[in-house]
T-cell receptor, first 117, second 110 residues
Framework: ETGVTQTPRHLVMGMTNKKSLKCEQH?????MYWYKQSAKKPLELMFV???????ENNSVPSRFSPECPNSSHLFLHLHTLQPEDSALYLC????????????????FGPGTRLTVL | AQSVTQPDIHITVSEGASLELRCNYS??????LFWYVQSPGQGLQLLLK??????LVQGIKGFEAEFKRSQSSFNLRKPSVHWSDAAEYFC????????FGAGTRLTVKP
């Protein structure tokens, strides 16, 4: 596998379910990101991990819980979601997450299409 | 704070016609600028990027973009559009803390 992979590609869950999204990058990068993409809205940055440490949490509700066990894997744990959380969740990685420098081009996975019933 | 504006939500062009997608940014220092493309059901793919140097940058798939500091713009261009270029295009500014525009959806007419 190359690049950034995400599983599952599609997920339907009820509001009381608990599920997890998985992201894996095979690029040797040190920074990983979760974005939410809703219809007719700009991409929303949710979380940033740099060298396995969370460096940004953009006021995301606690029903979303990220986990980064190593630089290659990133999870997004979901519980008691709301219908408005239905969206495409994109994972990305970059060489590092520090400001400045040519190493911050982000590479994206295909996304997980989440539907909350 | 950095921000990006893509004034056109939806653009339709005929196949073979030229294309220009607009992007205006706000950034406190020398900007790092990117254009990404997203096909339906897919993630974002980088088309081109500007960090420094020549203000006209070449990308993949025949796209180019020109950085104009005086206008705070980074417009994307292609001289002749192909049907396969139909997609959503996103301009972004920043580095690790990247800000994306709302996107421009491109429709290509036969």
């Amino acid at each position: 596998e190359t690049g950034v992979t995400q599983t599952p590609r599609h997920l339907v869950m009820g509001m009381t379910n608990k599920k997890s999204l998985k992201c894996e990058q095979h690029l040797g990068h040190n920074a990983m990101y979760w974005y939410k993409q809703s219809a007719k809205k700009p991409l929303e940055l949710m979380f940033v991990y740099n060298f396995k440490e969370q460096t940004e949490n953009n006021s995301v509700p606690s029903r979303f819980s990220p986990e980064c066990p190593n630089s290659s894997h990133l999870f997004l744990h979901l519980h008691t979601l709301q219908p408005e959380d239905s969206a495409l969740y994109l994972c990305a990685s970059s060489q590092d997450g520090a400001s400045g420098g040519a190493g911050n081009e982000q590479f994206f996975g295909p996304g997980t299409r989440l539907t909350v019933l | 704070a950095q921000s990006v504006t893509q004034p056109d939500i939806h653009i339709t062009v005929s196949e073979g016609a030229s294309l220009e997608l607009r992007c205006n940014y706000s950034y406190g220092a020398t900007p790092y600028l990117f254009w990404y493309v997203q096909s339906p059901g897919q993630g974002l793919q980088l088309l081109l990027k500007y960090f420094s140097g020549d203000t006209l940058v070449q990308g993949i798939k025949g796209f180019e973009a020109e950085f104009k500091r005086s206008q705070s713009s980074f417009n994307l261009r292609k001289p002749s559009v192909h049907w396969s270029d139909a997609a959503e295009y996103f301009c972004a500014v920043g580095a690790g803390d990247m800000r994306f525009g709302a996107g421009t959806r491109l429709t290509v007419k036969p």
